[in-house]
């Protein structure tokens, strides 16, 4: 998980509320079938959670595997790299002009010149004690 | 442990004093690019907002309102920052001069929290498989650390780790020491559902205490009622009631406002109120216990205005509302960042002057946040930090023995917290077994001692601290020596 595509990938997992509600209850639950994780949502409906499942499946937020003829889902079991990748993104965006001022003030009147940037070797996670 | 460390860099076409005195500017739409940090004033101690980039965390809006503290300061060179909410760690800013332009490095180191609350937004709740410790008592604390009442939330947890420390320090309980959890409500009902119910589930007998919204309290009282689970419930509330193992240990709404409304009145001759407040059930019973004392003296209620938790909404319609109505006094019962977002308006408007204001959750946190722009508002609680009593003095050293001098003030909305876990641990000593049904039947007649005195639990499990009137001035809660206060109320 070290590209941008992944990050857009974790933050795109996110953004739907039937898709936190799924990983809150792969979260209480454990491992479940689609049909299962549909039933807990009925309004949904099941070709809808099953492409829910694959965004968060991309993201990393869940993990998919065959159990005889049926595929369960559970969560992710890299999900402390996840967290540090959302958390490497709020971080990286934070020395960014907000998108909103930007267009007031055309001339950039000490704005930023250049893009933020976030070099990969400058962070990381350290072991302490 | 782990830490979690993160670099970038920008930089300015502005000379380094200029780029230093963007920081922390509200007004300036360009000025907030640091983290969108916003500060009433930026000194060692302020009280820093920062609006994290974070994409939709439920609320539909692409940041999230975090806080921090200003804890070292170089002027035009260095800031520190102490996270404080929704996760602890420390940035580092610096400032050097490039050329015409000027380079501004972050550093940040986050605390394993950090991870831990990022994992409960991806729906996990980080269970430990290692089962139940017969040497620890696991004690549950469910309190704000993000959404509408998120700046709340650390010291809270400030306030049950120092007392669980004391009890811990002291040798524990019967040789087992406690060990606190604590849940992140993101001020909203379902989440405090779910991540309660999470909790339980991995223990089983573990009491919870709670310092959070009603309308969070409303979310979880049925699972409360089916589990049996012993609840100490500590913020202001609407019920006296205790209900089965759930305690409500705040001041409630009637023995407030009876106190508070006649209080504001005699002092500004107010005769017409304009009643504010958030969306649920707790600030409606504020302004119905309101308009019953106003109508009762005699005045008129002339406006009334409800707005959701967590709606991030402008208040200048509501502002131009109340002064078009001809209002004299306003008693808000918003919470959180919609009384902040509130009196900032209000204030902005200069309308303080003419309109007073009694705000019923004013607190030293929510204050340090609007800074002079609270000046004038009228407080009525059960607790200020500024009392004099040895028992508070008592507990402010503790608390900044513990968390140094650049820490979140503990208030009415963290301060009780640190009485009921000393509450828990009494109960503990004298319960024949720590059971919930037992530990629940061990409470009444057991004395809340702590920063506000020793308050007793009724026999009914109820309790009943005294009111103080605090006006805001110079960015700080004055407790009102002209006041009648403090006033026993009920048993």
Redesign the interface.
């Given at each position: 998980m070290d590209n941008a595509e992944d990050e857009d990938l974790i933050?795109r997992g996110?953004?739907d509320?039937t898709r936190?509600a799924?990983?809150?209850?792969?979260?209480?639950d454990g491992a479940l079938s689609v049909s299962e994780i549909s039933s807990s949502f009925p309004a949904v409906g099941r070709t809808a959670v099953s492409a829910h499942l694959r965004v968060l499946k991309a993201a990393g937020?869940v993990d998919e595997r065959r159990e005889g003829r049926k595929r369960l889902y559970s969560?992710?079991s890299d999900?402390?790299s996840?967290?540090?990748e959302?958390?490497?993104?709020?971080?990286?965006?934070?020395?960014?002009?907000?998108e909103?001022?930007a267009p007031?003030?055309p001339r950039?009147?000490?704005?930023?010149?250049?893009k933020?940037?976030?070099?990969p070797a400058?962070?990381?996670?350290?072991?302490?004690? | 442990?782990?830490?979690?460390?993160?670099?970038?860099?920008?930089?300015?076409?502005?000379d380094i004093v200029?780029?230093f005195q963007?920081f922390g500017v509200r007004e300036d739409?360009?000025a907030?690019?640091?983290?969108?940090a916003s500060a009433a004033s930026v000194e060692l101690g302020a009280a820093v907002e920062l609006?994290?980039?974070?994409?939709?965390?439920?609320s539909g809006r692409s940041h999230v309102r975090a806080t921090a503290r200003i804890v070292e300061l170089t002027p035009f060179r260095r800031i520190v920052l102490a996270h404080e909410t929704p996760w602890t760690g420390r940035?580092t800013l610096t400032f050097s001069a490039e050329g015409a332009?000027t380079v501004?490095r972050?550093h940040?180191e986050?605390s394993e929290d950090?991870?831990r609350w990022?994992?409960a937004?991806?729906?996990?709740?980080g269970r430990s498989a290692s089962g139940a410790d017969a040497d620890v008592i696991t004690l549950g604390l469910v309190t704000s650390l993000s959404g509408d009442s998120g700046f709340v939330g650390r010291a809270v947890v400030n306030c049950a780790a120092l007392a669980i420390g004391e009890i811990n320090g002291a040798g524990g309980l019967a040789g087992r020491s406690l060990d606190l959890h604590v849940i992140d409500d993101a001020t909203d009902p379902t989440t405090a559902r779910?991540r309660v119910?999470?909790f339980h589930?991995d223990h089983p007998d573990a009491a919870v205490i709670g310092m959070h919204s009603s309308l969070s309290l409303q979310g979880l009282e049925d699972f409360l009622a089916a589990t049996g689970i012993l609840y100490l419930y500590v913020a202001p509330h609407e019920s006296e009631q205790r209900s089965g193992n759930l305690f409500r240990l705040g001041n409630s709404v009637q023995a407030q406002i009876d106190f508070a409304v006649p209080e504001v009145a005699r002092r500004t001759n107010a005769r017409r109120w304009y009643l504010i407040g958030n969306d649920y059930s707790w600030p409606r019973e504020i302004s119905r216990a309101a308009r019953e004392r106003i109508e009762l003296a005699g005045s008129e209620v002339v406006g009334e205005t409800y707005v959701p938790l967590g709606a991030g909404i402008s208040f200048a319609g509501v502002v131009d509302e109340i002064i078009a109505s001809g209002a004299d006094a306003v008693v808000s019962s918003l919470i959180g960042y919609s009384s902040v977002d509130f009196e900032r308006e209000f204030s902005s408007r200069d309308a303080r002057a003419r309109i007073a204001t009694l705000s019923t959750l004013m607190d030293e946190r929510t204050l340090e946040l609007l800074g002079s722009a609270a000046d004038g508002i009228w407080s009525s609680l059960s607790y200020f930090s500024n009392l004099g009593s040895p028992e508070n003095l008592r507990f402010l050293q503790r608390y900044n023995d513990a968390y140094g001098e650049w820490s979140p003030p503990p208030s009415v909305l963290s301060a009780p917290v640190y009485e009921a876990v000393h509450l828990f641990a009494q109960a503990a000593r004298r319960a024949p077994t720590l059971s919930a049904d037992d530990l629940a039947n061990a409470i009444p007649g057991l004395l809340l001692g702590g920063p506000r005195g020793a308050i007793r639990v009724s026999s009914e499990g109820a309790v009943h601290p005294p009111m103080f009137m605090a006006r805001a001035l110079g960015g700080k809660l004055i407790v009102d020596a002209d006041a009648d206060a403090p006033r026993a109320r009920g048993a």
């Open positions: 933050f996110l953004t509320p936190r799924v990983l809150a209850l792969l979260g209480r937020l969560l992710g999900q402390v996840a967290a540090i959302y958390l490497r993104q709020v971080y990286s965006g934070s020395l960014a002009v907000p909103s001022s007031e003030h950039g009147r000490g704005r930023p010149a250049q933020t940037t976030s070099d400058q962070h990381g996670i350290r072991r302490v004690g | 442990m782990r830490d979690v460390i993160f670099a970038n860099e920008t930089r300015l076409d502005v200029t780029a963007r739409p360009d907030g690019w640091i983290l969108a609006s994290l980039p974070v994409p939709d965390l439920g940035t332009g501004v972050a940040s986050l950090a991870i990022v994992r937004l991806f729906g996990d709740t779910d119910r999470a589930d």
